[in-house]
Structure formats: structure tokens, C-alpha cells
């Protein structure tokens, strides 16, 4: 690439983020085509080299982009000893601030100018060094603008309580601006236990935010107008100025990664299969990019879903081995040779032949909620699959796992009405019984009872999401104007090449 003004985009290491940050590039080069994009990548410390045939993808696509790996923490890092995988990825990327630092030195002596380092929600630790570099520093936060609300408020939540969120349950409840009223047992999973690593950790990352010259996040004014209307005007960081938001969602990727990644080989199959069913007739189960069940909560699923005669597409993936924990698992590398027949009831794939069609491991999802066929979806509730449900106007059935999603359940059944809540049995376990997956499915489906509010909602999203994105006017394309005028009229950090 030629000597040209430059945004620096800096993910954290799992496929997800990274996809996020490939679409805000091409989002930014759509209104600013002369800038040039470079995307750094941090050492994967789980995802191995998953990526390298999407990069590849991307790069052939999209030249205005340039990818650029860092290297490996050494082979002598200690690695903390966390239930979270978060903690391994936070400290991966600690580790790799120096390369960071000689990567973006580089980049200011090769470009025009450099007026942004864009990073995600787990690299608040390179602030530092956009500072050093006397580079601009935004936050392109993954989530909902609500969940957004409670990050920022996180640390005086912090103040306001002495026990752990998890042991104050379900019966106490958090008052955030902007967000959803939320019992303390739903916050995001890393903020349960006060006395985790971390849970200090996103402490100290939280306080640093107001730091940030600004928020950009992948939602629309009419989704969360609540939560857009308390940041922007403060209130959820009382002490401190907070930096301007900047909403410009619905972006959704075009499913490239998983193309470009190989693997079923079946999503052909998957679109042929919804071409022969009728009209918004089938409900659709996908878990995201790393959810996965253990054998009895799959035989669970699929009693219900036999039980409830509803039409399904349903991706199943394998259980969980040993070592195998939720969030280490790698989708993209797996080849998914699993046996359904070993996973599923006897005799449920030949029962259900017909009106339903069992995916391994993965399907187009975005294709598959597009499709005509589709009339509700069984979430996880992760914020792309959110967004690509409501682009789609499918209603939802929310059954979050890990991450922020249950705080995501809150605000799609509670406040926003899109979603029916999957309940789980009230032992702590998680566990979902068969008889309720029939009977949430069942009420998604049917054409009257609690079905019937969240489709109408959803209809009126996805029309409001039309409008976000309609050029000139569109309260999103509004928003993207102000990030790349305020991106570009940064201060800037230049080679002094003329
Ligand atoms: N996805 C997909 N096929 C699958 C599972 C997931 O295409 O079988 C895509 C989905 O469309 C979404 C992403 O993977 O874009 C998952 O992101 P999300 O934020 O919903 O969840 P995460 O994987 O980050 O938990």
C-alpha cells in the first residue's frame, strides 16, 4: 500500500471480533474509499490459524485493507490459572503491547497519516500506547448500546455494592441508565464473582474508558433508544464527560469466514432443504460461534422439538470433551464428522425426516434467517446473531450461554419485545427441560398467544432498521458520517512526509 492517511483496527484474538472489525473497515472505506485500512492481528492464543484462509478472502476482495500479524507472546510467559478464557486472551494480548507499539510505529512511518487505532472491548490495555503514539484511540464495542450502558456504569455499580453480583441473585436488582432493569444474577459472565482476577480486570479496564475519544457500536437509534439517549447525554458515567457515541448498525457480515474456512461443505444442502418447506413455517437453533451442549441437554432439544411438530433447522455440534471447555472450542478448525446418530434419541432423525433437517457444526446463518421459509430463530443471543435476526425481522426465542447474553435476554423479552425467554430448570444448572423447548418453540410458531406480540415487534424493527440504513438520512449513515469526520479531524499522528 502507498504512503496514504491510515485507521489502524486492532481486534481481539477470536473469530467473531475479528469479523466485526473487517466489516467496520469496509463500512468506513464505503464512505471514505481513499483512506487505507491496516488491521493488526494479536497471537491467537486458542483460534490457532483459523483465520488465515478468511484473511486471505479479504484481502483478495478488498485491497484497501492490509493485515498485519503480530508475533507470539514468548514460549516463557506465565499464563494466569482462570475458569475464563477471557483472562488468557487478556493476557495475550498484555504481553503483546511492545509488538503493538513497533507495529504502529511502522505503520505512522509507511503512511501519510494515522488518524485512528479502533480496538474492541478486551485491548482497553493498548490505550497506552495510542497515547505514547499520540494516536487517537476508539472503542469499537461488540455489543448492544445497552450493554454498553452497564460497562461504563460498571465501575460505580462497583461502588454502590460489597457482595458479588452472583451471590446478590435474582432478587436484587441493578438500576443502570439507559439499560434494562437487571437482576444481579444476569449481569455478563466475567462480573459475577467480585473476587475474580477477572472481574478486577474489567474493573480497572472500565475506569480507563472515559479515556476513549469515542464508542462506536453496531446497533440503531429505534433498538435501544434508551440506552443511546442516556450515554449520549452522560448519565452513565456521572463524574466524567463521556466520549461521543457513535451507533452505525446494523452491520452484518456476509457469512464470508466459514465460506472461506471450509469445512460441512453443506450449506447448499441446508438452503435446498428451507427452498421445500412453506413459507415462515420452520423455526431455526443456532448456538453462535462457540456454543456447544453436553449429550443430555441434545437428546433434551431434540424430545422438544420432536414433541412440539414444529418444522426445524437445528446446528448441532459436539459435546464438550474434557479439555474441550466452552470458549476453547474452534468451530472453524473442526471438521464435523460427528455421529448424529450416536448424539440423538433413536430413531428421532428418521422420525422427523421431512420436517426437519439437522446441521454439523455450522450453517449460513445470515442466508438462513434471510430465507423465506424461517419464522423464528432459537438464540444464544450473541450480538451479531441479535442483529442479523432483526435485519431478517424473525422473531427470537433467547436462550443465552455465555458472555453478556443473558443480560441480552433482559433486554430483548423485556424491554425491546422481541424474543420469547427459554427458562431454564431452577437448580442453577442451566439445564433446559424438553417439555419447555416444546413449549417455547410451539409459542413462537403458532400464528396466536405470545408468538404473536414478538413478531409484530420484530416486523416494526426491521423497518426501523431499513430506515437507519437508508442513504443521506438514515439515523445509522448519519452515524457513520460523524465517525469518519471525527475519525479524520483527529488530531494527527504523521510521518512528516508531505
Ligand atoms: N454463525 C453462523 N453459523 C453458525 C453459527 C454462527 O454463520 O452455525 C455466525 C452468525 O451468523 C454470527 C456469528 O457466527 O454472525 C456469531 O456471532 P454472535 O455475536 O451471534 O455470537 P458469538 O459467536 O460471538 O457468541
Known sequence: MDAEEAIVLYPSPAIGHLISMVELGRLILTHRPSLSIHIVLPPAPYQADATAPYIAAVSASTPSIAFHRLPPPPATAVFPNSPHHEMLMIETLRLTLPHLRRKLQQIVSQSAAVHALIVDFFNTAALSVAAELEIPCYNFFTSGASCLA???????????????????????????????????????????????????????????????????????DALESEAVRAISAGLCVPELPTSPLYCIGPLIGDGGARKEGGGAGSDADCLAWLDSQPKQSVVFLSFGSLGVFSREQLREIAIGLERSGQRFLWVVRDPPSGEDKLGNSDVLLKDPELSLEGLLPDGFLERTEGRGHVVKSWAPQVEVLGHESVGGFVTHCGWNSVLEAVRAGVPMVAWPLYAEQKFNRVLLVEEIRIALSMVERNDGSGFVEAAEVERRVKELMEIEGPGELVRRRMVEMKNAAEDALRNDSGSSRVGLVRLVDSLTCQRVRDSGKP
Open 150 to 220: 452497564f460497562f461504563l456504569h460498571f465501575p460505580t455499580l462497583h461502588g454502590a455494592h460489597t457482595e458479588s453480583f452472583g451471590d446478590l441473585g435474582r432478587t436484587t436488582i441493578l438500576e443502570i441508565p439507559g439499560a434494562p432493569k437487571l437482576p444481579a444474577s444476569e449481569v455478563p459472565k466475567i462480573l459475577l464473582d467480585r473476587n475474580d482476577d477477572v472481574y478486577r480486570c474489567f474493573l480497572e479496564f472500565t475506569m480507563r474508558w472515559p479515556e476513549f475519544a469515542g464508542f462506536i457500536v453496531n446497533t440503531f
